[in-house]
Structures are given as C-alpha cells and as structure tokens.
C-alpha cells in the first residue's frame, strides 16, 4: 500500500480564495509530481520536483505554485481559486532514476470553485 | 515526442467474459509501459510494467499485458472480468532519459452482472 497522502479529499471554495492542497509521502522518495485529471481526460503533468529546492513547471501550464521545502512534502498554491480551476488534483512519487520506476498516487483532491 | 493512445473511452461487459483493453503508443526507443487502474474516488494503483524482457507480463488481480514492437502496442487482458474490476484503466509510458510519465486518456470499464 502506497504510503502517499493528500489533503483535503473535496474542497469547495468561492472564487479568489486562496487555497494550498497538501501531499506528504513517507517513502523518502526524492522526486514528486502534480498531475491535474479531468473527467474523461488523461492525466496532465503540471509541476515536478526532482528533490529538496527543486521544482518545474510540468508540460500544461498552470497558474499553481508549488514547493519543495522537505523531501516529504510537495504543497501546490493557487494564490486566487477560479472556476476554470475546477478538477481533480493527484499527487504522485517515485524513487530511482529515468521512467522505469513505479509511481505511487495519492488519493487526490477534488476541488471545485464556485 | 512520446504519446499515448487509449482508442476505446468506454467498454461494457458482462461478468465472466474476457477483457482485452487496447492501448497504442508512440516512441522512438524501446519504451517502458505501464498500466493503472483507478477506483472511483480514489488515487491511481499500478496493475502491471514492461522494461524489457519477456513481452507477456503478469500483473496484480489477474491481469496481464503483451507488448508488441511491431505494433506499438500494449493491451491489457483478463480472461474473466469480476463485477470489481469495473474503473477507469490507464495506460501510460515513459522512457529511461525522463522521469515524467505520459498517459493515455484512459478507458472506463463497466461491467453488468
């Protein structure tokens, strides 16, 4: 079982608010990703960290910020929440190097602005 | 530039039949594949990969995968689908000079009893 984990499972929350969705993982993985998933779509790569003080932009682009301030924990920000923001957020980890390696997925966070 | 190729969004069967889920990718060099499956509500789980080696692979729940170069091809087949294997199923590939995994748009399963 994946020891990865995501918080909030659903948020709800008005247009402007400021809103930060949580990953920690205790599997010492180095590299961490932010995949935003919707309904009926594949999953797109938005932000990567490679380790401590690294983070990239993944290939859609998104208004998030994140940060990688502990191995652990992979925070992403969205500074002002609208309703084009609106879909699933999953986390996921890997450890190793290249992409044979296994990616392990939170749970995620549905987030919905109204 | 890699990319993956999930043609059927949505397949229905009965409880007991056969289960073959096509997914096609493109890449210049031998590929690494993966198939996820993802329970409503829930984070993606890992069924099955292919690096190398033989290109029949067994994965959790029964399922299996045949990897075919000359197709670019990696379907996904269970031979008698359980009313719990009804979810979505993603394929994805990466290759040994990147981290990031590519994935397909996926395929919802539903099965009838």
């Known amino acids: 079982e994946a020891d990865i984990y995501q918080t909030p499972r659903y948020l709800v929350i008005g247009t402007g608010k400021k809103i930060t969705l949580e990953c920690s993982q205790t599997m010492g993985h180095d590299k961490m990703y932010w995949y935003q998933q919707d309904p009926g779509m594949e999953l797109h790569l938005i932000h990567y960290?490679?380790?401590?003080?690294?983070?990239e932009k993944g290939d859609l682009s998104s208004e998030s910020t994140v940060s990688r301030i502990r191995t652990e924990h992979f925070p992403l920000t969205l500074e002002s929440a609208r309703p084009s923001h609106t879909s699933q957020y999953l986390c996921?980890?890997?450890?190793?190097?290249?992409?044979?390696?296994?990616?392990?997925f939170g749970q995620g966070t549905r987030l919905t602005v109204v | 530039a890699q990319s993956v190729t999930q043609p059927d969004i949505h397949i229905t069967v009965s409880e007991g039949a056969s289960l073959e889920l096509r997914c096609n990718y493109s890449y210049g060099a031998t590929p690494y594949l993966f198939w996820y499956v993802q329970s409503p509500g829930q984070g993606l789980q890992l069924l099955l990969k292919y690096f190398s080696g033989d290109t029949l692979v067994q994965g959790i729940k029964g399922f299996e995968a045949e990897f075919k170069r000359s197709q670019s091809s990696f379907n996904l087949r269970k031979p008698s689908v359980h009313w719990s294997d009804a979810a979505e199923y993603f394929c994805?590939?990466?290759?040994?000079?990147?981290?990031?995994?590519?994935f397909g748009t996926g395929t919802r399963l539903q099965v009838f009893p």
């Open positions: 996921a980890s890997t450890r190793g190097q290249g992409g044979n390696t296994e990616a392990f």
């Open positions: 960290s490679y380790g401590v003080n690294s983070t």
């Open positions: 994805a590939v990466g290759s040994y000079n990147t981290d990031k995994l590519i």
